[in-house]
């Protein structure tokens, strides 16, 4: 049975800083696709970071430049690091894995949160002051 724990999340001030991990456990294949998704109150789950098992990563627009994917293959377990965070970071962010990324290069510009079979149970970003 695959499973996906994530940590890391929090409550930090505008200008912030936050590692979110994800590990995941049970999984078996050679290779995978791992994902951020995030879901703000009253808006859809979207994806913010991906990252596969060749290395390849990307990252949507509002979180370029500022944000950082790392995974490590030997633990099937990744890490998302946010710079600058804004209050339109806050959201419950999720972990999701799937076999091979939709797109070429781990591309989230069109993943969609159907694409994954698995889920963790969420970490809450919150940015105020």
């Known amino acids: 049975q695959v499973r996906l724990v994530e940590s890391g999340g929090g409550s930090v001030q505008p200008g912030g800083s936050l590692r979110l991990a994800c590990a995941a456990s049970?999984?078996?294949?050679?290779?995978?696709?791992m994902a951020w998704f995030r879901q703000g109150p009253g808006n859809q789950r979207v994806a913010v970071a991906a990252?596969?098992?060749?290395?390849?990563?990307s990252y949507t627009d509002s979180v370029k430049g500022r944000s950082s994917i790392s995974r490590d293959n030997a633990e099937t377990a990744m890490w998302l690091q946010i710079h600058s965070l804004k209050p339109e970071d806050t959201a419950m962010y999720y972990c999701?894995?799937?076999?091979?990324?939709?797109?070429?290069?781990?591309?989230?510009?069109?993943?969609?949160?159907?694409?994954?079979?698995?889920w963790g149970q969420g970490t809450q970003v919150t940015v105020s002051s």
């Open positions: 049970g999984y078996t294949a050679r290779t995978y696709c």
């Open positions: 990252i596969d098992s060749d290395g390849d990563s």
């Open positions: 999701a894995l799937r076999s091979q990324c939709p797109l070429p290069h781990a591309l989230v510009k069109y993943m969609s949160p159907d694409d994954f079979p698995y």
